[in-house]
Each structure stands twice: as structure tokens, then as C-alpha cells.
């Protein structure tokens, strides 16, 4: 009974509201440039690799990375199929 006697004594309107205060620098963490990590390039160009090989292979070209020259060339005919892979991939992960 105490309980409710309490709460009835308890004003109704709230006259204190908690503020939530900012950390000091928002503004300066805004201002720098977002940095890619390396290892999120280094995986970028992997997969870039990988699927212009496997095209290349579906295109039958003999990539061969004992002679550079000759895949880079043979690369060239991959390029139809990783790059629209690759489109595909970043669509979905944007997506997310």
C-alpha cells in the first residue's frame, strides 16, 4: 500500500530529461577519407585474377604463368566473362 501512496506523490510530467551529449571531434572524424584496408585490395585483385583466368580458360586460351607475356595476352579474352562477374558480385554485396 505504501507503493501506491509513493507513486501518487510522484509528479507525472517529467522535468528532467537526460540529454545524450556528443563525443568532442564528430565533425573531424567526418572530414577524413575512409581507407580501404590492404588486405580488402589484395582479395579484390585475387578474385580479379582468378575469375579472368577462369575465363580465359573457358575461352580456351593456355594461360601458362611461366611465360607472363603470353597470359597477360591470354587474359585479354577473360575480361568478358570477370568483368560482369565481378559487376554481378559487387551489386550483391552492395545489396547488403
Do not use: C, Q, W
Not at 510530467?13 to 589484395?42: G, Q, S
Not at 579474352?77 to 551489386?91: K, Q, V
Amino acid at each position: 500500500m505504501d507503493e501506491i501512496i509513493t507513486h501518487k506523490d510522484a509528479p507525472t510530467v517529467l522535468t528532467e530529461i537526460p540529454r545524450y551529449t556528443a563525443p568532442a571531434e564528430p565533425a573531424a572524424r567526418a572530414l577524413d577519407r575512409p581507407r580501404i584496408p590492404p588486405l580488402n585490395l589484395v582479395l579484390l585483385l585475387l578474385t580479379f585474377l582468378t575469375t579472368t583466368t577462369a575465363g580465359a580458360y573457358m575461352n580456351g586460351e593456355d594461360v601458362s604463368f611461366m611465360h607472363p607475356l603470353l597470359a597477360i595476352a591470354a587474359l585479354r579474352s577473360g575480361l568478358s566473362f570477370s568483368i560482369p562477374l565481378l559487376m554481378i558480385l559487387f551489386a550483391h554485396e552492395m545489396g547488403h
